[in-house]
């Protein structure tokens, strides 16, 4: 996502009237719509949060929020308050300052939200209203949010924005409902996210809101899945929504990963030469195939792989073969599938690493999600351009998933970011009353809250304790061998039973020749323990099954332990794994098939 994207959260959950009740559900609306927002991994938003603010602050903020703006933009603003009707049906949003006798002057009209959306030169406006029209009273034990003949949606879909591309509302309930904060609130209840914004958080953050599984949430994709999910919860409140977009909206990138293109299916005269009985017609079919995989049109691609895929599992072995082959050619293949940073400074913008991805078009079409957050991907010409946060100290491992059509690939990543050289050495804080100077920013933090609260009596801050995840990252800079030791243990027990496997090849030969120069007196039992070859036979059978269980330990603890090693230890921990797996599995068929024709030869001998 190219575009400047921005969010603006309004959530106010006190008042000063005493009329209006205090509302739970927008603080943690607040917190949690903000974080998932915010996400480069999710949202990408650069996000504002105003809290408990006048009416006046509100209004700053939001003709501020849509002024000043380009077409490439995005916007979003999220109400989460008290919505009140006026005698005219005018809606407002309630301050924390609103006194209801006074809407025009102490509330926020939607007339005046609807200008500035109308006048923004945004290319695409979103509008989320969890309002609680009418004001709030309570019924049985849930928490309700009143409704009134408020008309949302028409509040908003009166005008046609002057510029852009476009507009969305989208509400937590209709004219006639509640809109509820929870089902289990009660006076002296813990906040939690109300029923629309948990559904709306929840859709972005897992991914789940990817209905078309096509890697993007859209905003008809969120809808339906807040849709569904709201009334799933409360039957008696249903999401609205109006909209007048050119295209379709990207809200947020999805985490639940996953290709899916819709197929162009294979000609009707293809798939009749693929049942056809004559092998060669058959195999021409298949060949074409292949060739249509190779296609850069991803729809008639993906036809032809599905097609092949049938023929890899249903056809006779040679065309089975033909078909597996052209299928592998479309698995990811990123390289290199490593990256290593080295030592960057802290704060600094270290220079971004190439991964290319090899393969036709459709093996290069995929979706790439990174598991920590300090791993920044951009798209490139030939593959991904990959570069890290260096907000922290401390030794970062991490993976970036690729997930494509057919399979999935990881790529590792990890830098040792140091404190910069300007940081020097950290000085004792002297013992005074004053409050401590704000943090540096983040690199990439985008986020700016207003906080309107009561102020806070100021105190000497404390030294945070050593955090269990601290001290895993000053473990992590002393690279683990246990992985490389265990691996070349079961190369050294691999090789001993090859050789155990040559010496009771050697006895047991000497053995035989025994026994035909003793003609029909000769017993080849007796000859075969009077060379000693059953010996190294039992000791190759014992070194090769445990050389394999050793081998397999490796690889699992570096699997399961991958940031503990360094690419050279993961390197040579396959390599040593891989020869004594080589090394000892046909020892053991060897040891194997020797003791059987001990056991069946000796009586006959």
């Given amino acids: ?93 309630a301050a924390s300052d609103t ?132 009334r799933e919860q409360n039957p008696h409140q249903t999401p609205k929504k109006a909209a007048e977009l050119q295209g379709e909206l990207h809200l947020a990138h999805s985490r639940r990963g996953g290709i899916k293109i819709v197929a162009i299916p294979s000609p009707s005269s293809l798939r009749a030469a693929l049942n056809s009985d004559d092998f060669l017609t058959r195999q021409g079919a298949v060949t074409e195939l292949c060739n249509r995989l190779q296609r850069p049109e991803l729809p008639v691609a993906e036809g032809a ?14 065309l089975a073969d033909l078909a597996a082959d052209a299928l592998s050619r479309i698995r990811l293949a990123p390289s290199p599938d490593h990256l290593d940073f080295g030592r960057v400074p802290r704060g600094s913008n270290p220079p971004k690493r190439s991964v290319t991805l090899q393969g036709p078009p459709l093996a290069r079409h995929c979706v790439v999600q990174p598991r920590q957050p300090w791993l920044r991907v951009d798209p490139a010409r030939s593959g991904l351009e990959v570069y890290v946060d260096t907000a922290a100290t401390g030794h970062l491992f991490g993976d970036l998933v690729l997930r494509g059509v057919a399979d999935e690939s990881v790529i590792h990543v990890e830098a040792e970011v140091t404190p910069a050289a300007e940081d020097g050495p950290t000085e004792p804080e002297p013992d005074v009353p004053n409050d401590p100077p704000p943090p ?110 050793v081998g397999a330990f490796a690889r699992h603890d570096l699997d399961a332990r991958r940031e503990h090693y360094t690419r050279r230890a993961a390197s040579g921990t396959h390599t040593l794994t891989s020869v004594a797996k080589g090394l000892a599995i046909p020892a053991l068929i060897l040891a194997v098939l020797a003791g059987i024709a001990y056991l069946v030869g000796s009586g006959e001998w």
Wanted: with cysteine; aromatic share 6%; net charge negative.
């Fill in 99 to 230: 006194e209801p006798p006074l809407l025009a002057a102490t509330a926020v009209a939607s007339q005046f939200v609807r200008g500035c959306m109308s006048g923004t030169r945004a290319g695409r406006s979103v509008l989320f209203l969890d309002c609680c029209y009418g004001g709030a009273f309570s019924r049985g034990s849930a928490s309700v949010r009143a409704a009134g003949e408020v008309n949302v949606l028409e509040s908003f879909a009166k005008d046609e924005p002057v510029s852009g591309r476009g507009w969305a509302v989208i509400t937590a309930s209709d004219s006639m409902e509640y809109s509820f904060e929870g089902s289990e609130l009660a006076e002296n209840s813990a906040p939690r996210p109300s029923v629309f914004t948990h559904a709306v958080v929840e859709g972005l953050e897992t991914g789940e809101a990817d209905l078309d599984a096509d890697g993007h949430v859209s905003l008809d994709d969120l809808y339906e899945y807040v849709y569904r999910h709201v």
């Fill in 440 to 549: 540096k920013p983040r690199a990439r933090d985008k986020r700016r809250t207003v906080v309107m609260e009561p102020p806070r009596i100021p105190s000497k801050p404390k030294e945070p304790p050593r955090t269990t995840e601290e001290q895993e990252r000053t473990d992590r800079k002393t690279p683990s061998r246990r992985a490389p030791a265990l691996a070349g243990a079961a190369l050294a027990l691999a090789v001993t039973a090859l050789a155990m496997l040559v010496m009771t090849i050697q006895r047991g030969v000497v053995a035989v020749v025994a026994r035909a120069d003793a003609g029909v007196y000769g017993n080849v039992e007796d000859d075969i323990r009077e060379q000693g070859a059953l010996t190294p036979l039992i000791v190759c059978l014992i070194t090769g099954a445990v050389a394999l269980v």
């Fill in 305 to 318: 792989r599905q097609h092949l895929a049938e023929v890899a599992h249903n056809e006779v072995q040679p």
């Fill in 1 to 93: 996502m190219t575009d400047s994207r921005h969010a603006l959260i309004i959530a106010n959950d006190r008042y000063a009237d005493q009329g209006l009740k205090k509302l739970r559900a927008p603080a943690q609306d607040a917190a949690a719509l903000e974080r998932v927002l915010h996400d480069p991994q999710i949202g990408d938003f650069e996000v504002e949060v105003v809290h408990n603010a006048s009416a006046d602050l509100m209004r700053r903020r939001i003709q501020g929020f849509f002024n000043d703006r380009r077409r490439a933009d995005t916007l979003l603003l999220h109400f989460s308050c008290h919505g009140l009707k006026s005698e005219s049906g005018e809606l407002y949003f």
